[in-house]
Nanobody, 118 residues
Framework: QVQLVESGGGLVRPGGSLRLSCTASQSIYLMAWYRQAPGKQRELIATITSALSPYYAPSMIDRFTISRVNLKNAVYLSLTNLAPDDTAVYYC???????????????WGQGTQVTVSS
């Protein structure tokens, strides 16, 4: 079982930025970020493989950047130019193999709240 722990969420003003972090209990092939806004389905933001190959959901590519440090078993998500619609719980996820939507990763963190409000 892989444990994932996120950090870095919080309250930010519109137009602001945040950097989320996630650390896994062991090395794993695929790491990803998802988010779930109130009353909405969980949606993919981006994935990144251990070879540092990223994939972004088309609507997320402009303002979000995924990165990874394999030696730390860590994945990061940089969020820029945030808007109130970005308010959501952001989840780190991981899997031992490549997956494609609508499939979802096997392992999940507990989530970190991001609230965008003035």
């Amino acid at each position: 079982q892989v444990q994932l722990v996120e950090s870095g969420g919080g309250l930010v003003r519109p137009g602001g930025s945040l950097r989320l972090s996630c650390t896994a209990s062991q090395s794993i092939y695929l790491m990803a970020w998802y988010r779930q806004a109130p009353g909405k389905q969980r949606e993919l933001i981006a994935t990144i493989t251990s070879a540092l190959s990223p994939y972004y959901a088309p609507s997320m590519i402009d303002r979000f950047t995924i990165s990874r440090v394999n030696l730390k078993n860590a994945v990061y998500l940089s969020l820029t130019n945030l808007a109130p619609d970005d308010t959501a719980v952001y989840y780190c996820a991981a899997d031992t193999q490549k997956i494609s939507p609508p499939l979802m990763p096997t392992f999940w963190g507990q989530g970190t709240q991001v609230t965008v409000s003035s």
